[in-house]
Nanobody, 118 residues
């Protein structure tokens, strides 16, 4: 079981930045994905941004140009830099890890961190 611990969530003004971090334990899959998901109030959880095993990134259309996903491979930390935040970005943000087959299969989840934009 891979442990994932998010940090960096909080309350910010609209238009402001916020950076989230996800510290992951040593991942056992040879080909793995890591990414961010979010769940707005009263809605389901959807993908936000992710890395596949080749370092390719993907972003949800709503956050393209505003959010940047990155990682520190030495420390095994995943980041999400969020800029120009809007009220619709308010959500619980959760990091995930999984196997990279033809697509990412998400196996492990963190507890989530609240981001509130006012």
């Amino acid at each position: 079981h891979v442990q994932l611990v998010e940090s960096g969530g909080g309350a910010v003004q609209a238009g402001g930045p916020l950076t989230l971090s996800c510290a992951a334990g040593r991942y056992t899959y040879k080909r793995n994905c890591m990414g961010w998901f979010r769940q707005p109030p009263g809605k389901g959880r959807d993908g936000v941004a992710a890395f596949d095993c080749d370092g390719e990134t993907s972003y949800r259309d709503l956050v393209k140009g505003r959010f940047t996903v990155s990682k520190d491979n030495t420390k095994n930390i995943l980041y999400l830099q969020m800029n120009s935040l809007q009220s619709e970005d308010t959500a619980i943000y959760t990091c995930s890890a999984g196997k990279h087959l033809l697509v990412c299969v998400w196996d492990y989840w963190g507890q989530g961190t609240q981001d509130t934009v006012s």
